[in-house]
């Protein structure tokens, strides 16, 4: 639910030849429309929220969430997430066909056809909506509309078209699932889920923007005024290099306040090193921005892991 | 691209099955074919994890059927007999699980359900890999093939012993981790106690040979087309070996054991997929 992207190669589907492939068999088409169907639902963001969502409820809960809210909560984060990227892919179909990263996705979005993408959007929305409101407490179930709202329609035609700025309010949908856990089991948002939906907003620039940098030739094609095509890349190269080096205070007040231990404080320093050093060696010093894209991930997952087990072992 | 689909289904089938067990949700449905006597049950949490369990179940079973039916007009010769065979235990499947249910789930006969599954599972993935067409059927398990599939073949068992350790209520056995009782080897290895020990044995085995496969395939160049693969399985059972501590210090708790599962699978996959390239380059130069 936010303005990462996922590298498209690895999924991506050659559209033609899926075709080829399908042929005049119908199961094998329809194969292919499922296959399609989770190409554009964006799979490894879903997954990426979801575990986010869990720190949050670790946070509120003080420990591992029960079965129903665990299942309940992770369930509707993921398919809000499903269904609003499914909403952006829509909106930003003609955008994305002009980049080639994105060619395997743009073809998934024609696979699977325009009504068909929003309706399964609009039915993982509404699911979403519904049971985290029936089943959960009306506090989750409001956080997740802004989640979805604040992706699908705020960044996606508004922030993304018009500023190089605008990852970084664009950052506030893709770290709401810490507050939609936190709330799924507390009914509240508190400090320390606060703590945690900073930090993944602190994040998601740096993270963002070395896939920008990667990729900032697909961005200029798509007149999208990304970072480094609008402010340039030296610009931008120093501005994740700062975002990185900002995440260690953010990150170990969640140890200074006491809501996690001397351990999270110890793999949060270490994650951040190994971090912050890829940055520099591969944004800075040299041009493979997409190991630190990696390392971005590989930080932000193991600081949410290192949340859940620290929470969940007091 | 059906038999990625199928493989798929087949991979959430089982890590959704252990979610549902995790969730002690499997009686959420107590009638079959029906749940609770309708086609679409009431809502309750773990009514539908279980009918989403169904509804999975069945997808992943017409995505195998379909899968095999067109295999077997795709191979030839003796090679009919890999989709005939998935076909065969996925029916044996239907009939164990149903077994599982009337027997009050005996944990020898679920562990032989898990391991059926397991089973259908490497035969979609077999399949998906040879396509009978562009790439036809092959087997082999000689040089660098052997090795994979005997790598393969152990992180089989290894799940399979890990089912075992479930079913039998192992889990906790030694409810520390990385030490069992406090030590490297527990003071008394019997009932339990062996069963939990011997799948953490077989578990440091594993994690050595994958290392070892790892320093091989940076070092040896005939492996070196492998080293990717390597590196990722590398990865995959030091995340393992994490996420194993963190079953046990989360006292089984159930995103933990459906994570577990779902690394083993990625595991096996790969090395799957290993064994199939090698095959495949075996064929081009012999």
């Keep these: 639910m936010g303005p990462r992207d996922p590298r498209g190669g690895g999924v991506a589907i050659d559209a033609p030849a899926l075709a080829r492939e399908a042929g005049p068999d119908g199961e094998r088409a329809g194969a292919g429309r499922v296959s399609s169907a989770l190409v554009i639902s964006k799979p490894g963001i879903a997954v990426g929220v979801a575990v986010a969502g869990l720190a949050g409820m670790a946070l509120a809960g003080k420990g591992l969430p029960d079965g129903r809210t665990a299942a309940l909560g992770l369930g509707c984060i993921v398919a809000a997430a499903a269904g609003a990227a499914i909403v952006n892919g829509l909106f930003d179909a003609p955008l994305d066909s002009r980049m080639r990263r994105l060619s395997g996705r743009v073809a998934a979005l024609r696979t699977v056809g325009e009504r068909g993408a929003l309706g399964l959007s609009l039915v993982l929305i509404a699911a979403a909506l519904a049971v985290s409101f029936l089943c959960l407490n009306a506090i989750a179930a409001l956080l997740i509309l802004a989640a979805v709202l604040s992706y699908s329609l705020l960044y996606t035609l508004f922030f993304k078209r018009r500023s190089p700025y605008g990852t970084i309010p664009g950052g506030v949908p893709g770290a709401l699932p810490v507050l939609v856990g936190y709330a799924a089991v507390s009914g509240r948002i508190g400090l320390p889920g606060l703590i945690l939906f900073f930090v993944m907003l602190l994040w998601q620039p740096p993270h963002f923007w070395t896939l920008a940098l990667k990729y900032q030739e697909d961005y200029r094609a798509a007149g999208i005024p990304a970072m480094p095509v609008a402010l340039g890349e030296p610009y931008t190269r120093i501005l994740i290099f700062v975002y990185a080096v900002a995440l260690l205070p953010l990150s170990t007040a969640l140890w200074v306040f006491g809501y996690c231990s001397g351990f999270f404080a110890g793999a949060a320093a270490l994650l951040w090193v190994c971090f912050v050093r890829s940055c520099y060696r591969n944004a800075v010093a040299t041009r493979r921005f997409g190991k630190a894209f990696g390392a971005s991930i590989v930080y932000m997952m193991g600081l949410l892991a290192a949340v859940i087990v620290d929470v969940a072992a007091r | ?286």
């Design chain 2, 1 to 286: 691209m059906l038999g990625r689909i199928t493989v798929g289904l087949f991979f959430l089938l089982l890590v959704w099955g252990n979610l549902v067990a995790g969730l002690k949700a499997g009686l959420g449905c107590p009638d079959w074919p029906l749940c609770h006597g309708k086609v679409l049950p009431p809502f309750r949490w773990d009514i539908w994890m279980e009918f989403m369990h169904r509804v999975i179940a069945a997808a992943a079973g017409i995505a195998l059927a379909a899968l095999s039916y067109d295999r077997v007009r795709a191979y030839r010769g003796a090679a009919k007999a890999v989709p005939v065979a998935a076909v065969a235990l996925l029916l044996a499947e239907i009939a164990l699980g149903g077994a599982v249910v009337l027997l009050g789930i005996p944990a020898r006969l679920t562990t032989f359900h898990f391991v059926t599954g397991l089973l259908v599972f490497v035969l979609a993935y077999y399949m998906m890999t040879f396509d009978g067409l562009a790439a036809p059927p092959a087997f082999s398990a000689r040089g660098p093939s052997a090795l994979f599939f005997g790598m393969g073949a152990l992180v089989f068992l290894l799940a399979a012993l890990g089912a075992y350790v479930r079913h039998t209520d192992a889990g906790l056995a030694c409810a520390d981790w990385p030490a069992c009782f406090g030590g490297v080897l527990p003071g008394v290895l019997s009932g339990k106690v062996l069963i939990h020990f011997s799948h953490r044995v077989l578990a440091a085995l594993v994690f050595l040979t994958v290392a070892a496969l790892y320093a091989a395939a940076a070092l040896d160049r005939r492996l070196g087309r492998h080293f990717r693969a390597a590196r990722g399985l590398f990865l995959m059972v030091l995340m393992q070996v994490a996420v194993g501590g963190a079953v046990v210090l989360t006292r089984l708790y159930f995103l933990a054991t459906a994570l577990h599962l779902a690394v083993a699978l990625g595991m096996l996959g790969i090395l799957l997929g290993m064994w199939a390239r090698e095959i495949r380059a075996e064929e081009v130069s012999p």
